[in-house]
């Protein structure tokens, strides 16, 4: 079963920490960009981070830049982490990962999503 799990989200207050974890089943990850999406209700789906499987280019949404970092295990290559620092309440929202096809370099672009996973549900509150 092609497969994408995510783990790590939860309750944080304001300045806190999550990181973020996505494992990959069925299918290898060397030939996707594999990001991190995040949804809020009644808002479009926003990018925040993405890196290549095949050479390790990482690219950031200017929300994520110098707070997030994106990486992928580089024993397993099937797994992939979202370190997530000095989070605000604007953060809260479902982050889910996904494999695709088209651009992570200069910008992050999707043209075809091929796996992606439920997502886990990251919520900044004090």
């Known amino acids: 079963q092609l497969q994408f799990v995510e783990s790590g989200g939860g309750l944080v207050q304001p300045g806190g920490s999550l990181r973020l974890s996505c494992t990959a089943s069925g299918f290898s990850t060397d030939f996707y960009m594999l990001g991190w999406f995040r949804q809020v209700p009644g808002k479009e789906d926003e990018g925040v981070s993405c890196?290549?499987?095949?050479?390790?280019?990482?690219?950031y949404a200017d929300s994520a830049k110098g707070r997030f970092t994106i990486s992928r295990d580089n024993a397993k290559e099937t797994t992939v982490y979202l370190e997530m620092t000095n989070l605000e309440p604007e953060d809260t929202a479902n982050y889910y990962c996904a494999a695709f096809s088209g651009f992570c370099q200069g910008e992050m672009k999707v043209v075809q999503t091929w796996y992606w996973g439920q997502g886990t549900q990251v919520t900044v509150s004090s």
């Open positions: 890196i290549s499987g095949s050479d390790g280019t990482t690219n």
